[in-house]
């Protein structure tokens, strides 16, 4: 994984014209009732495939899902997940108005990096066992954030040492005593990848945050 940036930054329209070749929507997961407002999500390095079940579900609650590849997001310095957004606003059952971005574990530090600091497009964020130890420039972090931004961990998740548990507090923390709105749940004895079809995937704990995450879209885009 690239060294993440110390803080999002803005990014001109050279460098979105510069990813726009590479990142493209992988699937679109439209509504029972045709139409919906946009939930963008970025995969982790497993791929798109590895998130398809948890997109399928979240387009049931009537969102307009759409999954993109996290990977060529990386090291784009947030052009990528911008360039994302906009593909998804076009998309045939799209609704206008802001989107809400949803990451996992490398796709979750990209929505985390950039997503709530863009609050022309990002209505809200949710990350899910994001890779927390890219953000280096925690007071820098935190002082950009500018939408509501909802996290799950897992408290035992050691993987590549990226998303650890103690990271996740900082931020948070962090967050808090800025007076931002970031909220951050936390599983006990539950590893990274905890979604359906994942590696270390726990139907109590999925089923949590999956419930919390319906009830934050719902809050960030009604449905």
Known sequence: MSAFPRVATSIGIFACLAVASVVNAQQ????????????????????????????????????????????????????????AIDQAMKMPHALPGKVAVVGFSLGGVIALGYGPHWPDLVVGVVVWYPATTAIKDVPGFVDGLKVPVLMFAGEKDTYRDCCLIVKAHTLADAATAAGKPFELITYPKTDHDFVKGGSHYNAQVYSDAFQRTAAKLKEFLGN
């Open 28 to 83: 679109e997961f439209p509504p029972p009732q045709g139409n919906g407002r946009v939930v963008v999500v970025a995969s982790g390095m497993s791929g798109p495939e590895h998130y398809a079940t948890v997109c399928r579900e979240i387009a049931q609650l009537g969102y307009d899902v759409v999954l993109f590849d996290g990977n060529p997001m990386e090291g784009t310095h947030g052009a990528g997940l911008k360039t």
